[in-house]
């Protein structure tokens, strides 16, 4: 559950990138969650995914640190209000061992439900927070948001296939168990390449 809700109604440039800034910091707790959601079910492949994501994304939040002090000598204001938590709270006193098939299936079900709602609204809102730079007359920086959600895009792409490939399964437990090496080689060697966030495949 993520219960973190970015502000629409902001205006000013030091806002934006507040805004941007608290979003980010939900993504990587996220992420970093999601890996532990994923790895407990032993599932390598979706926990490598995010993992990747992680680090993608963390190295995208400092980008996006060294534009706002280069292009407008502050330091982003500080912001985050909110709290993430993906793992259930029941499995916190469970053995991965004790996972059955049919739990298994509906926490990747649920867990990329979740995940895809959360990149769907992030596009949205950079796009809004784009748009309101550029009504603002802050060229630079809204073609710098637009950037964010551009990579927002390639990643949801990649989302949407593997959720699509689930679906057409049906959610089916060998599917899923016979995509993890692939999967969990693929994001290896992305990461062994270094991190692009954005990159399409």
Known sequence: MIAFRSKMDVKSVDDVFAEINARQIAA??????????FDFLGLSGYKR????????ESKERRDVAHYYINHHGKLIPDRF?????????????ANRMSVGKST??????????????WEQA?????????????????VADAIFVDRLVEDVDNELERLERIITDL????????YILESQKE???????????????????
């Open 28 to 37: 990587l707790m996220m992420h970093d969650q999601m890996a532990d959601y």
């Open 49 to 56: 995914l995010h993992l990747y994501q992680y680090f993608a």
């Open 81 to 93: 209000e909110g709290n993430v938590q993906m793992i259930p709270e029941s499995w916190r006193s």
């Open 104 to 117: 298994k299936q509906k926490a990747v079900e649920d867990g990329f439900s979740v995940y895809l709602g």
């Open 122 to 138: 992030t596009k949205d809102v950079y796009q809004k927070y784009a748009t309101a730079l550029r009504e603002q007359g802050y």
């Open 167 to 174: 679906i057409t399964s049906g959610y089916d437990p060998v």
């Open 183 to 201: 999967l969990h080689d693929k994001y290896k060697k992305k990461m062994r390449g270094g991190v692009k966030h954005g990159s399409t495949d």
